[in-house]
Nanobody, 126 residues
Framework: QVQLVESGGGSVQAGGSLRLSCAAFGYSYSPYCMGWFRQAPGKEREGVAIYHDGGSTYYADSVNGRFTISQDNEQNTLYLEMNSLKPADTAMYYC????????????????????WGKGTLVTVSS
């Protein structure tokens, strides 16, 4: 059973930085695809950044240049480095992973992901 556990959320002033972590347990599928999504109150969950073992990454236009997705060498922890945070970044951030045998694919779309963490809250104040 795949389990994803996020950490690192919190409250920060605009312009500050946070690093989110996602510990992945039981995710040994290939191709590897994990990413970060976020959902603000009253908004749909949106893809923020995707990491693929083929070397490709995706960033939403709203975070491109400010956020960086990465993975440790053992491929068991996913990170999201968030810099120059804005109040608009305030949301619950979710770690997600795709499993092709379950119909998933490596796309920045909610419906492409098969596994989800419970989320970590990021609040950015002005």
């Amino acid at each position: 059973q795949v389990q994803l556990v996020e950490s690192g959320g919190g409250s920060v002033q605009a312009g500050g930085s946070l690093r989110l972590s996602c510990a992945a347990f039981g995710y040994s599928y290939s191709p590897y695809c994990m990413g970060w999504f976020r959902q603000a109150p009253g908004k749909e969950r949106e893809g923020v950044a995707i990491y693929h073992d083929g070397g490709s990454t995706y960033y939403a236009d709203s975070v491109n240049g400010r956020f960086t997705i990465s993975q440790d060498n053992e491929q068991n922890t996913l990170y999201l480095e968030m810099n120059s945070l804005k109040p608009a970044d305030t949301a619950m951030y979710y770690c997600a992973a795709a499993h092709t045998l379950l119909g998933g694919n490596c796309s920045p779309n909610y419906y492409a992901m098969n596994y989800w963490g419970k989320g970590t809250l990021v609040t950015v104040s002005s």
